[in-house]
């Protein structure tokens, strides 16, 4: 994944949870660590579009990956259905 970013606090969509991020000269600082902002790592790092992937990884500069699958795997087998789940639907399978 060479296209992927990892999200940082200067993004208009960071929110730290706990108010606790401010700038300091060239670089955000958290007052709840008195350390360097650091969104891998914080529990109360939030990304208002919701878009924030574990490891801090920027969801919006990952590409989704779609696989097309039969309609016969995607059903699968049918399930066969006894006492009351079979007087309310009528069938003794379902697909």
Same mark, same amino acid.
């Given at each position: 994944?060479?296209?992927?970013? *990892?999200?940082?606090? *200067?993004?208009?969509?960071?929110?730290?949870?706990?108010?606790?991020?401010? @700038?300091?000269?060239?670089?955000?600082?958290?007052?709840? !660590?008195?350390?360097?902002?650091?969104?891998?790592?914080? !529990? @109360?790092? =939030?990304?208002? %579009?919701?878009? =924030? =992937?574990?490891?801090?990884?920027?969801?919006? *500069?990952? %590409?989704? %990956? *779609?696989?097309?699958?039969?309609? &016969?795997?995607?059903?699968? &087998?049918?399930?066969?259905?006894?006492?009351?789940?079979?007087?309310?639907?009528?069938?003794? &399978?379902?697909?």
């Amino acid at each position: 994944m060479a296209q992927t970013k *990892t999200c940082s606090p *200067t993004c208009q969509s960071f929110k730290c949870v706990k108010n606790s991020a401010f @700038y300091r000269r060239d670089t955000v600082w958290c007052r709840w !660590t008195d350390d360097a902002c650091n969104v891998a790592n914080c !529990t @109360y790092a =939030l990304c208002v %579009k919701r878009r =924030l =992937l574990p490891r801090g990884i920027c969801g919006e *500069t990952v %590409k989704r %990956k *779609t696989v097309e699958k039969a309609p &016969e795997e995607v059903i699968g &087998e049918s399930i066969k259905l006894r006492g009351k789940a079979l007087r309310k639907i009528g069938d003794r &399978e379902i697909f």
